[in-house]
């Protein structure tokens, strides 16, 4: 998957210089005065902060038990993503968002070093409401 962030910081940069093209051939606008470098660091750092607020928000949360060696992979949602995701949340106790995203974000591993009863509890209990789970 492309980060699509940086595609875009790039993006911005070439309209950048050819929106100074373009004022000085149309124009004739004396873009020696522009400083151009100091317009490119102020997109680099609002991208890279965007980037940082983006991991921050749209990596799910895994549950580290350490309580045995097993961890849980949710492969498919299934059909009925709000059963689901209701289940998901009363039995690990995260937040709304952090359910949503390991749903959304499937397959992605959301319980790691738990015990194998834990872990065969736990899927039973998310294949009952529809979801696809494996045990590694």
């Known amino acids: 998957m492309i980060n699509t962030t940086f595609l875009r910081l ?10 100074i093209k373009v004022l000085k051939n149309k124009f004739n606008i004396d873009t020696d005065q522009i400083n151009v470098s100091r317009y490119a660091k102020k997109l680099y750092r609002f991208v890279r ?3 940082r607020s983006y991991k921050s928000n749209y990596a799910p949360k895994v549950i580290n ?6 961890s849980l992979v949710m492969i498919d949602s299934g059909l009925n993503k709000s059963t689901v995701l209701a289940t998901l949340r ?15 974000s499937a397959p992605s591993t959301f319980m790691v070093n738990i015990s194998e009863k834990e872990a065969n509890l736990t899927k039973e209990a998310l294949e009952f409401v529809g979801a696809q789970i494996d045990i590694k």
């Open 49 to 51: 902060l965007k980037v």
């Open 10 to 19: 790039a993006i911005y940069i070439i309209l950048l210089f050819v929106a």
């Open 65 to 70: 038990r350490r309580t045995g060696q097993k």
């Open 90 to 104: 009363q039995i690990t106790g995260i937040d709304y968002k952090s359910a949503k995203l390991i749903i959304d």
